[in-house]
């Protein structure tokens, strides 16, 4: 497990979750060309579907939830003011956290009345500003924080030279343009604690545009809102002399998501059909929503059953569910006619002159179907310090043994184990082997969607599976440096892709490599550090043709290296390095028989890039601080792949850019 704490994170100076995460070994992010959502890899395997969905995310032990699976749509706006520590785990953990935790389990601990208080401001290019504040009571009765964060920008704006449109209908496009990503949103976080008694209420709101467009034809005038909301209550309580302890929660999450897309723009309404009467400046425009919820309720035991042998095990169910889906547009942008006031309107037809229709209760003409799901689990994890029950002459020896089923009324039922060995001789030397199984439980969109000409769901979808193994060997020098080195190996099966605008479970996925980890203490915040990640990623699948089908976008290899340096009490300075390779185009086919490499995208791949980010940090008293921030100071060409070859040049991402932070304790 990587644990970033809130100092490290103020230190680096990040200005959001993209630049915290990028400095985990093997963690990969990249934007979404049409979802403008963040998509993170984890040692080479990297999502190519809409939403990164192969993580779990939590906040403070709560799952994040969405109809996509992830929280994506709005993770990166969250406050990182706010966080205490973020806790990682690279590899499988659907042994204890269930679907989703695939490649990796992300936990956000928040601030709470534990903390300083604090009013904040971050601003800077972009026209970006986020005033925070957190408050905190530590009344005899009831401890309880308040965490509130308002944002706004007019977000990054890089050329984007060709598109979809310009690509595919060769007219119509608003390519050569730049991309959109304005935004504004607020945040909340309320934590109390009365007694046994704990609660957790979260809102955050979202509206934002699309760098590019849901088509990846380049569009500016698309609106993405979101609404998340939480609450859960909980109950802890020890027994048999603190050796048991009962921790009790249930929960309820809603998440409603809205969309107005413009999926072309009025450059291609206006060459496409100039017989046609149709407003000037409207592109051809969907809007589609749709809520979602979920409820449940989960209880755990953790007893120590003697010196050296503790047992945690748990129960859970919950029920989720998507309703009222509506779904408005001006041009008929399903796949099949529609009937609107009579009249029949093929696939890309306009509608009436002017009117946006409600195509909610058409035959054919919303976007995705209501649905529900149940699901009930059970877990246990034994951890046994075996040096203690056999007092060997170690320094540490250390069992852990856990599995985890769960029981889903629509995809079937799935039981995950996992192991982990820790062996240290002594105090300088220590080796880890771990094994896990892990599961990915399809989305709602994945298995709902309907009438989409490009993304269909697939009600049969199963799970996807994995495996992987891990091999550490460390060595700690002292109380001041450590070194890992480790060997993984990752496999992916029934992984879940469109094929054509179909998902389905479809090949085999591994990913096997060698990562690298070391930091080392000069003294007081004083410290440098470096990670690297090698990964060889294969595509196992095989077509008709006996060709096999190469994997791509992911880098070969990525590094970071840093470093942070009090200089005096008053005045900090710190700079990261962030590495990766060329990207590779997917799809590639190599014949089985004659090896023959046959490309299906032609481009080049992805070039390589390094970022480079600094901050100094000024502490003015022994409440108030300033900070000044560089983020890819030397204004490195940034492209983020692009998966559906029709941005040709890739998604660009920002150049140089900067940003300044002030925060007063109290």
């Known amino acids: 497990m990587s644990v970033i704490t809130a100092q490290e994170i103020s230190q680096m100076g990040a200005k959001n979750l993209e630049e915290v995460l990028r400095t985990v070994p093997g963690f990969d992010v990249v934007l979404n060309p049409t979802g403008s959502n963040l998509m993170f890899g984890v040692r080479g395997v990297l999502s190519l579907n809409f939403s990164s969905n192969s993580i779990k995310y939590l906040l403070n032990g709560h799952t994040l939830n969405s109809l996509t699976g992830s929280p994506l749509h709005y993770f990166d706006y969250l406050p990182i003011e706010f966080i205490k520590k973020i806790e990682i785990i690279r590899g499988p953990g659907s042994a204890l956290y269930g679907a989703n935790a695939f490649m990796g389990v992300i936990n956000i601990i928040t601030k709470t009345s534990d903390d300083e208080r604090f009013v904040s401001l971050r601003g800077g290019s972009f026209s970006s500003a986020r005033p925070g504040f957190l408050y905190t009571s530590n009344h005899s009765l009831i401890e309880w924080s308040l965490a509130g964060s308002f944002y706004e920008t007019d977000g990054e704006s890089e050329e984007v030279r060709e598109d979809f449109a310009s690509n595919v209908f060769q007219f119509g496009s608003a390519a050569p343009g730049n991309t959109t990503l304005d935004a504004d949103s607020s945040t909340f976080n309320f934590e109390a604690k009365y007694g046994d008694f704990n609660l957790n209420v979260f809102a955050t709101d979202l509206n934002r545009n699309y760098a590019i467009g849901i088509a990846a034809a380049l569009t500016d005038e698309n609106e993405l809102k979101v609404n998340s909301n939480f609450a859960v209550l909980g109950y802890e309580k020890t027994f048999l002399n603190d050796k048991l302890k009962l921790e009790s929660k249930v929960y309820y999450d809603k998440y409603n998501f809205f969309h107005s897309l413009e999926i072309f723009s009025e450059e291609f309404n206006i060459q496409r059909n100039l017989e046609t009467p149709f407003p000037d400046g409207e592109g051809i425009r969907g809007i589609p929503a749709v809520k979602f919820e979920l409820y449940g309720t989960e209880t755990t035991f953790n007893w120590n059953i003697r010196e050296g042998f503790d047992l945690l095990s748990g129960i859970l169910y919950d029920r989720s569910r998507i309703f009222d889906p509506t779904h408005f547009a001006n041009t008929n942008v399903n796949d099949a006619p529609v009937t609107v006031d009579g009249v029949v309107y093929q696939p890309g037809q306009f509608l009436p002159f002017g009117h946006i229709a409600d195509l909610t209760n058409v035959q054919d003409g919303n976007w995705i179907n209501e649905a529900d799901r149940t699901n009930g689990a059970a877990f246990a994890q034994a951890t046994l310090d075996v040096k203690t029950l056999a007092d060997l002459n170690l320094e540490s020896l250390v069992l852990t043994i856990g599995i985890r089923h769960d029981d889903y009324d629509d995809i079937g039922s799935t039981t995950n184990p996992r192991a982990g060995l820790v062996l240290a001789p002594n105090e300088s030397i220590f080796m880890k082997a771990l094994y896990g199984e892990a599961f990915r439980a399809p989305t709602f969109d994945e298995l709902h969607q309907i009438n989409n000409p490009t993304n269909v769901g697939n009600p049969d979808l199963l799970p996807e599976e994995l495996k992987t193994f891990e091999f550490q060997f460390g060595a700690q020098f002292g109380e001041k440096a450590y070194a890992t080195i480790s060997y993984f190996d990752i496999e992916v099966e029934q992984n879940i892709q469109l094929v054509g605008r179909d998902y389905k479970n479809v090949g085999r996925v591994t990913s096997s490599g060698i990562e ?121 060409d940034q492209l983020d792949p692009d998966n559906t070859r029709t941005v040709t040049f890739d998604v660009p991402r920002a150049g140089a850019n900067f940003s300044m932070f002030a925060n007063y304790r109290f």
């Open 516 to 636: 690298l980890d070391a930091k080392m203490l000069f003294g007081e915040r004083r410290y440098l550090y470096a990670n690297a990640t090698y990964s060889d990623v294969k595509n196992h699948d095989i077509n008709a043709l006996n060709q096999e089908i190469e994997r791509g976008n992911s880098p070969d290899f990525m590094s970071n290296i840093g470093f942070n340096w009090q200089f005096n009490p008053l005045i900090h300075f710190n700079a990261h390095v962030n590495y990766t390779t060329e990207r590779n185009r997917n799809g590639t086919r190599i014949a089985i028989d004659t090896g023959e490499v046959i490309p299906q995208d032609s481009r080049p791949a992805t070039p390589d890039r390094t970022l480079v980010n600094f901050s100094v940090g000024f502490q003015i008293n022994d409440g108030f601080s300033i900070q000044a921030s560089g983020h890819n100071v030397f204004d490195e």
